[in-house]
Nanobody, 123 residues
């Protein structure tokens, strides 16, 4: 698994961004995928997750109703559509593949990580 995240940038509050994460490996469809974010001085936190088939999705309360996670196993990609962005959404966003069977919102359960993409929301 080799994950490459893209799509970050600078956007005004209320705007939208679409993050993508591509895997160049052959086993993408086997993994539960997650998006996390880390703001300066804060711990990395769970944002959204999606099971292997895309049939189940999970969101942090802070983004529920504003962000949408999806995946395309034929293209080995997972996407995070972010709408109604707020300044507090500013962070580096990471995609990750879960390799352990523990809590989907814990960084400890993810063994593969992308390099991160910066999202900045101005007020």
């Amino acid at each position: 698994v080799q994950l490459q995240a893209s799509g970050g940038g600078l956007v005004q509050a209320g705007g939208s961004l679409r993050l993508s994460c591509a895997d160049s490996g052959q086993t993408f469809s086997q993994y539960f995928m997650g998006w996390f974010r880390q703001a300066p001085g804060k711990e990395r936190e769970f944002v959204a997750g999606i099971n292997w088939s895309g049939g189940r999705t999970y969101y942090a309360d802070s983004v529920k109703g504003r962000f949408t996670i999806s995946r395309d196993n034929a293209k080995n990609t997972v996407t995070l559509q972010m709408d109604s962005l707020k300044p507090e959404d500013t962070a580096v966003y990471y995609c990750a593949a879960r390799t352990r069977a523990g809590s989907y919102d814990s960084t400890r359960e993810y063994g593969f990580w992308g390099q991160g993409t910066q999202v900045t929301v101005s007020s």
